[in-house]
Nanobody
Framework: QVQLVESGGGLVQPGGSLRLSCAAS????????MSWVRQAPGKGLEWVSD????????WYPDSMKGRFTISRDNAKNTLYLQMNSLEPEDTAVYYC??????????WGQGTQVTVSS
């Protein structure tokens, strides 16, 4: 079955960095675009970044451009998110999601990122 397992979250001080990973299994990872999505406490889902199946055409909202970098290793079936210059407002649960034909059809369980001094 399809599984997406995130890791790499934790507590970091403002200005610090984290690298999130999402290990995929149960499907042809290299055939699907993937995304990172986050949810801050008491708020809705916020798209963080998308990447095409081949690894090209990454997308970021303006608030994250220059700080976050999405990448993937199709040989390892793994999606990454490098986060630099973290701010308290980046505190959230971060999810990876698979883009199916019409919607994000599979989600991981999430990894908590807390930015605090």
């Amino acid at each position: 079955q399809v599984q997406l397992v995130e890791s790499g979250g934790g507590l970091v001080q403002p200005g610090g960095s984290l690298r999130l990973s999402c290990a995929a299994s149960g499907f042809s990872f290299s055939s699907y675009s993937m995304s990172w999505v986050r949810q801050a406490p008491g708020k809705g889902l916020e798209w963080v970044s998308d990447i095409s199946s081949s690894g090209g055409r990454p997308w970021y909202p303006d608030s994250m451009k220059g700080r976050f970098t999405i990448s993937r290793d199709n040989a390892k079936n793994t999606l990454y998110l490098q986060m630099n210059s973290l701010e308290p407002e980046d505190t959230a649960v971060y999810y990876c999601a698979r883009l199916g034909d019409y919607e994000y059809d599979y989600w991981g369980q999430g990894t908590q990122v807390t930015v605090s001094s």
